[in-house]
């Protein structure tokens, strides 16, 4: 009993993630699902990771023909993303997956019965405190009467930051 509670300790100590800090720049296609209209085609958001807890928040967009950056006018609660992460450490690299639901959609869930879960699957590097991070999304569509899983490899994200 004793090596089984040692066993489910340590590979739920591993599996959380440490805290992490940093930018993270997405690539939307033209047509992604999780947007009504055209999106940005690189979005960049501020990323914490505290246990398995994480928060996003996109800042600004880059216009890929002018190279421009373009920071969000306001803050917005509604942008805000809240999401459930797991890291699996294997030092130096790591494989990292997170469910991420858009605050404002959430709120909306009991009027409106959809609720668009998407999610990052990636892997990283780390050296010392600082971690680089790329992978690719998926989406979990809950609607009242069907729900939709896919994979989306040609939205891609990188994420570098402070981790510890």
Known sequence: ??????????????????????????????????????????????????????????????DPISGNFHLAPTFDINSLLLGLGIKLPLDPIFIRGAAYVNYGKM??????????????LGGGFKVLFLCLEGGIRWYYILEPSTTNFFLSPEEWYVSLGLCF
């Open 107 to 120: 709120m909306e869930f009991p009027s409106t019965g959809t609720l668009h879960v998407f999610g990052k």
């Open 1 to 62: 009993m004793r090596k089984l509670l040692f066993a489910t300790s340590f590979i739920f100590l591993t599996t959380l993630c440490l805290p992490f800090l940093g930018l993270e720049i997405e690539h939307f296609p033209p047509s992604s699902p999780y947007f009504e209209s055209p999106p940005p085609e690189y979005y960049v958001s501020v990323r914490a990771d505290v246990l398995i807890f994480t928060l996003m928040y996109p800042i600004g967009d880059v």
